[in-house]
């Protein structure tokens, strides 16, 4: 991203990612916003509580939405 982004605007981008992507690395979401990993886990923490974002763990994991939800809003 070029330009800094206000913390609801990289959440709400965070969201946009996750349904287009379905699934993505917490590493990638750091590097794409230039924020620490632990800021993104805060993110996701806070969207958590709005959206059924969920984890896998493992070399083919990462964070995604949960596929109700996704149908719910598309």
Sequence with gaps: ???KLSQFERRMEILSILRRKRIVKRSVLAQEFSVSNVTISDDLNALGCYAPIRTKPG??????????YLYCIL
């Design 1 to 3: 991203m070029q330009n």
């Design 59 to 68: 070399p083919y994991g990462g964070i995604y939405l949960s596929q109700h």
